[in-house]
């Protein structure tokens, strides 16, 4: 099989002879049939799709090999982008990989431990601005527009053609579509971007049926959910703290057009479906990716789903992307001395 989204899936992408077909091996995510889950929540046909798999940890390098190869087309030296995080990883790694420069600009003390040092050994400028996610994208659009450098963010139209791919690997691996896709919404490109892919393929013939587009928003931070901009958006899972998705309009479009739903869970619900996912499944997601998860427990709760679906959770990025949230979110370490009946006792074999 060919390495990477571009040179597998180029016949859907907008790939021209000029497209440098750059990679790291991206795409190609464990699609990983749930076990003890299944048997606990009585959901027979489920699966997660790893995305944490991918090279910098994220889905988000679907986008970038796209947009940076488009970028390299037309000749860019850098590439420049406003990040919660996983985004600035990616142009990070995509730009050191092919020689550009990078910029990233996060919102500054809430950008996750992991996702911050990946952008640093990477190489690229970081700046922290004093302000949120949405003020970073404006500061971003402004230089994009006076200097010369290629803009990286979902607005770019690439990022969502790019992350179309796991859509295609959903259906290659399954044999058609789902009946039901579930995943977290911030900026929502991924959900547009996952609803064109099963378009496309559908059309394509490659699939005989479309998903159920089942999108999930943190409550702190769910403008889609209740239709209007949230100024100061807030939650623990950092991936979709925004409070004015890029990408709205299409959203729902995807949500209207595949019959499905964009709904809010709570921090509390993502913690404890990380957790769940964890500790029964063996697969440590972000707090971000696990509200796919809680946004299922919920749908299965409020009779949204029957549970006898064909369904798959998109778990979008890896749990060593922020280990203070684990951290905080388990239990905690037990110190003994290095004595057999010190280990006895704290297990409470005694
Ligand atoms: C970017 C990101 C999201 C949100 O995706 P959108 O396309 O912005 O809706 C969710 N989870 C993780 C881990 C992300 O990096």
Redesign the pocket.
């Known amino acids: 099989m060919k390495s990477g989204v571009l040179a597998r899936y180029r016949d859907f992408l907008p790939i021209t002879e000029r497209t440098p077909l750059i990679t790291l091996n991206e795409g190609d995510t464990p699609l990983i049939r749930a076990e003890r889950l299944s048997e606990a929540w009585g959901v027979p046909h489920l699966y997660f799709k790893f995305e944490g798999a991918n090279p910098t940890g994220?889905?988000?390098d679907r986008g970038m090999v796209m947009a940076v190869a488009n970028a390299l087309e037309n000749g860019a030296r850098a590439v420049i982008c406003a990040s919660?995080g996983?985004?600035s990883a990616a142009a990070a790694a995509y730009a050191a990989r092919t020689g550009l420069d990078a910029i990233v600009v996060v919102p500054g003390g809430k950008i996750a431990l992991g996702k911050l040092a990946q952008a640093l050994i990477y190489g690229a400028k970081v700046l922290a601005v004093n302000g949120s996610f949405d003020d970073a994208l404006r500061l971003v659009r402004a230089l994009h527009e006076q200097y010369d450098v290629a803009l990286v963010n979902?607005i770019n139209p690439y990022r969502i053609e790019g992350q179309t791919t796991a859509a295609y690997e959903i259906v290659d691996v399954l044999g058609d579509a789902p009946d039901v896709v579930c995943l977290?919404?911030?900026?929502?490109?991924?959900?547009t971007a996952y609803w064109e892919g099963f378009k496309r393929y559908h059309e394509a013939q490659r699939a005989t049926q479309l998903p159920r587009m089942f999108g999930f928003q943190a409550a702190g931070a769910a403008p889609i959910v209740h239709g209007k901009v949230v100024e100061q958006p807030e939650t623990v899972a950092t991936?979709?703290r925004?409070g004015n998705?890029a990408s709205w309009r299409r959203a729902v479009q995807a949500r209207d057009e595949s019959g499905g739903r964009i709904e809010a869970v709570t921090d509390e619900e993502i913690l404890a479906a990380q957790r769940l996912l964890a500790a029964y499944e063996g697969i440590f997601c972000?707090p971000?990716?696990a509200a796919s998860v809680a946004g299922l427990r919920r749908a299965l709760d409020e009779g949204w789903l029957t549970g006898q679906e064909r369904i798959v959770c998109v778990l979008?990025?890896h749990g060593l992307k922020d280990p203070d949230t684990a951290i905080a979110n388990s239990g905690a370490v037990i110190p003994i001395e290095a004595t057999l009946d010190d280990a006895v006792r704290a297990l409470g074999w005694q």
């Open positions: 994220s889905f988000k919660t996983n985004t979902s977290p919404v911030g900026n929502a490109g991924n959900i991936a979709i925004i998705p972000e971000a990716s979008t990025g």
